[in-house]
């Protein structure tokens, strides 16, 4: 069984940074893309960014260069380090294969920015 565990979300202010992390167990993460999604209050679930198997990334154009997404194989895990957040980026933070599994979804990390 998949499970996917998000954490590194907390309440911080215009201009802070934070970095997620996503610990993988029942798939070893080399084999597959793997995505950082967000869900904002009363919006669907949007990719942010996607880390592929060879290395490279992309990302959504509002994180495009302030987020960086990056992973350690070893310890089957996915990061999201973000930087310069603005109130826009207040979401709840789930990561998922790319595309997305349907099982595959966790229970999220909480990022509020606010002053």
């Known amino acids: 069984q998949v499970h996917l565990v998000e954490s590194g979300g907390a309440l911080v202010q215009p201009g802070g940074s934070l970095k997620l992390s996503c610990s993988a167990s029942?798939?070893?993460?080399?084999?597959?893309?793997m995505g950082w999604y967000r869900q904002a209050p009363g919006k669907e679930r949007a990719l942010v960014a996607v880390?592929?198997?060879?290395?490279?990334?992309e990302y959504t154009d509002s994180v495009t260069g302030r987020f960086t997404v990056s992973r350690d194989n070893a310890e089957n895990t996915v990061y999201l380090q973000m930087n310069d957040l603005k109130p826009e980026d207040t979401a709840a933070y789930y990561c998922?294969?790319?595309?997305?599994?349907?099982?595959?979804w966790g229970q999220g990390t909480q990022v509020t920015v606010s002053s």
């Open positions: 029942g798939i070893t993460i080399d084999t597959y893309a």
């Open positions: 880390h592929d198997y060879d290395g490279t990334t």
């Open positions: 998922n294969i790319y595309p997305p599994h349907t099982h595959y």
